[in-house]
């Protein structure tokens, strides 16, 4: 399997959601049954670079287009919020804006969305 | 009436219950390993069998007043088309059963399934996106009975084959046969004629 590309790690905040598996049948008594659909509860992540390096931006850039092929393929991705490994693809398309020109002793640099969820 | 074990009826009737009640669904195609999925999104392990969590979906059963057998559309993901290939190791995608289990995720350990159906696939479609089973009855229900049409002055084995019983000398000499008691006599095969000579019939009957 693949894993991800080593860049710098994303800046703060990082956004964590949860699926929800749940069920709910609101009834004319006044209460809500609920059950969970599935056993599992899968996450998402949104992660941003507010300046991401240019050579950054040329790893990632590859990783998406050449490893991952979009969110077609999983890779192995270190869960900053837990450290653990865990198994992701890309969720939506990364978002990629450029922020700053090369000049004389500025790098260019990128501002980078992305989102992942868990397989 | 459907009769649920102690332990789902205690989970079904739970106002907020912590199980989910996967579809476990067997597709045993001739000549391979059947096929066992859930539409859960995670692997399960039941009766000692590993059920793979696989996007599926089950239509609702169509029935009709006109007679029809009940059926079912069972669509399942062909994004990566892994079970076409199985379908098409075995020649197509119909006439071998198909098992819809109901289990509960807490209580994997209970080998009974709470709801069990057995289908037979009558036909099978496929695109980018979906493989779609249709699910129906068994095929005694689809069977002619009786198998043959009795007919007055026409056999309907097959002209050679074991019931018509005539040595190959014979075919030689006549290689096509119109299936008629004449046609047999000619042959002296009339004893194994399949035709129904004896079926009334009003009028002078003669044999072509």
Redesign the interface.
């Known amino acids: 399997m693949a894993n991800w590309p080593n860049i710098a790690n994303p800046s703060l905040p990082i956004s964590e959601k949860y699926a929800d598996?749940a069920l709910r049948s609101k009834s004319d008594g006044g209460?809500?049954?609920?059950?969970?659909?599935?056993?599992?509860v899968?996450r998402t992540w949104e992660l941003k670079w507010p300046a991401m390096s240019h050579t950054d931006y040329q790893t990632f850039s590859t990783f998406y287009t050449g490893t991952a092929i979009g969110g077609s393929v999983s890779f192995a991705w270190a869960c900053p919020t837990d450290g653990a490994s865990k198994t992701v693809r890309f969720a939506s398309e990364p978002k990629a804006e450029i922020i700053a020109w090369t000049s004389a002793g500025n790098p260019r640099l990128w501002a980078v969305g992305v989102t992942l969820e868990e397989v | 009436m459907l009769n649920l074990s102690a332990a789902a009826i205690l989970e079904k009737n739970k106002v907020a219950g912590d199980s989910a009640w996967p579809v476990l669904v067997e597709i045993q195609i001739p000549g391979q390993d059947p096929v066992r999925v859930c539409n859960n999104n995670e692997n399960l392990t039941w009766d000692g069998n590993t059920w793979i969590a696989f996007p599926f979906e089950l239509d609702e059963m169509q029935e009709s007043g006109r007679g029809e057998i009940p059926s079912v559309a069972l669509r399942v993901s062909n994004v990566t088309q892994e079970i076409q290939y199985y379908i098409e190791q075995a020649g197509g995608g119909v006439d071998f059963p198909v098992i819809l289990r109901v289990v509960n995720s807490k209580h994997l350990d209970i080998t009974t399934p709470e709801l069990e159906l057995d289908f037979i696939c009558t036909s099978c479609k496929y695109d980018a996106y979906w493989i779609t089973f249709t699910l129906g009855g068994d095929a005694k229900l689809t069977r002619r009975i009786p198998e043959r049409r009795y007919l007055k002055d026409f056999c309907p084995f097959q002209y050679g084959g074991i019931e018509c019983g005539i040595p190959a000398s014979t075919k030689a000499a006549y290689p096509t046969c119109a299936k008629t008691l004449a046609q047999c006599r000619q042959r002296s095969n009339s004893t194994r004629f399949g035709g129904e000579p004896g079926i009334p019939l009003g009028g002078f009957y003669a044999s072509a």
Do not use: Q, V, W
């Open positions: 598996p209460y809500t049954m609920t059950r969970p659909r599935y056993t599992r899968p």
